[in-house]
């Protein structure tokens, strides 16, 4: 797909992988709406692009059915038309095991990385079966692949989002419309502190807002590279996009030993959480 004079819809473009984007996207000669429950988030992307009108921003909570659902006309109002669709916004819960989560704790990363990515799709579908090409793109996760001990219910939601996006690939078939799913591994953005939780084990994260650095051993992909990957994927129209070594490791693993892949990340979780 070509990127250049496409509009495209980002939700959780006030930071993380979804700003650089953002950020690349406008770089290549594209038109975005930014949409992040954060204010603040929104106008440092905004400062970072300077991109004059090519970028708008929308304060949106996506668990907000309604307010999802009046996105379409308030982007095309400002943008003309919408071309893409990217599903970026996530969280996280505290790292805690099902029996010790509580279901308020459940429903609240279900009802944003589910029904978030849901309400966007069902919102801007029909406007995006209108264009002469289009493209939903949602994030999955690594843990959507493999059950990730003490992140069961983001899993959950991740592999919820997997199998819906992957219902989109089948049924889309023959129209303009290209679907991606994405499975980042682990990246080096804020999402703990984003999600107001703390990092395994306990680990702060720095002043600056970053992550805070991993356990030994475990290597994280840069921001700015998982959207360098992200908007590769969106040009070639790829349907599947592994970001890291460990996303695209355990995808292997996981289909030729399933129980294998399951104890090994259970090993690697208990070392760290202790």
Request: net charge neutral.
């Given at each position: 797909m070509q990127i250049q004079d496409k509009v495209f819809v980002v939700t959780g473009g006030g930071n993380g992988i979804a700003r650089e984007v953002v950020l690349q996207l406008l770089a290549k000669g594209a038109e975005v709406a930014a949409l992040d429950l954060s204010e603040t988030g929104l106008a440092e992307t905004a400062q970072l692009a300077n991109a004059g009108d090519r970028l708008s921003t929308h304060i949106v909570d996506v668990t907000d059915r309604a307010a999802v659902e009046a996105l379409p006309d308030a982007v095309k109002a400002t943008h003309g038309r919408v071309d893409g669709l990217l599903n970026i916004a996530g969280i996280i819960h505290r790292f805690a095991p099902i029996a010790e989560l509580t279901i308020e704790e459940i429903e609240k990363v279900i009802r944003i990385n589910y029904w978030g990515t849901v309400y966007a799709v069902k919102s801007f579908l029909p406007d995006l079966l209108a264009?002469?090409?289009?493209?939903?793109?949602?994030?999955?996760?690594?843990?959507?692949?493999?059950?990730?001990?003490?992140?069961?219910?983001?899993?959950?939601?991740?592999?919820?989002?997997?199998?819906?996006?992957?219902?989109?690939?089948?049924?889309?078939?023959?129209?303009?419309?290209?679907?991606?799913?994405?499975?980042?591994?682990?990246?080096?953005?804020?999402?703990?502190?984003?999600?107001g939780v703390e990092a395994p084990g306990g680990r702060k994260a720095p002043s600056d807002g970053s992550q805070p650095k991993p356990p030994k051993g475990i290597t994280l992909t840069t921001p700015q590279d998982a959207g360098r990957q992200v908007v590769e994927a969106i040009e070639r129209n790829t349907p599947r996009l592994l970001i890291g070594k460990d996303a695209k490791g355990l995808d292997k693993l996981g289909r030729i030993s399933p129980v294998r892949a399951i104890l090994t990340v259970q090993r690697q979780m208990k070392a760290i959480l202790g």
């Amino acid at each position: 797909m070509q990127i250049q004079d496409k509009v495209f819809v980002v939700t959780g473009g006030g930071n993380g992988i979804a700003r650089e984007v953002v950020l690349q996207l406008l770089a290549k000669g594209a038109e975005v709406a930014a949409l992040d429950l954060s204010e603040t988030g929104l106008a440092e992307t905004a400062q970072l692009a300077n991109a004059g009108d090519r970028l708008s921003t929308h304060i949106v909570d996506v668990t907000d059915r309604a307010a999802v659902e009046a996105l379409p006309d308030a982007v095309k109002a400002t943008h003309g038309r919408v071309d893409g669709l990217l599903n970026i916004a996530g969280i996280i819960h505290r790292f805690a095991p099902i029996a010790e989560l509580t279901i308020e704790e459940i429903e609240k990363v279900i009802r944003i990385n589910y029904w978030g990515t849901v309400y966007a799709v069902k919102s801007f579908l029909p406007d995006l079966l209108a264009r002469p090409e289009a493209l939903i793109l949602d994030f999955s996760s690594m843990g959507g692949l493999v059950p990730v001990p003490g992140q069961g219910a983001y899993g959950s939601s991740k592999a919820a989002v997997k199998l819906f996006t992957e219902t989109l690939f089948a049924e889309l078939q023959g129209t303009n419309v290209h679907v991606t799913v994405v499975f980042p591994g682990g990246v080096s953005t804020n999402i703990t502190g984003n999600s107001g939780v703390e990092a395994p084990g306990g680990r702060k994260a720095p002043s600056d807002g970053s992550q805070p650095k991993p356990p030994k051993g475990i290597t994280l992909t840069t921001p700015q590279d998982a959207g360098r990957q992200v908007v590769e994927a969106i040009e070639r129209n790829t349907p599947r996009l592994l970001i890291g070594k460990d996303a695209k490791g355990l995808d292997k693993l996981g289909r030729i030993s399933p129980v294998r892949a399951i104890l090994t990340v259970q090993r690697q979780m208990k070392a760290i959480l202790g």
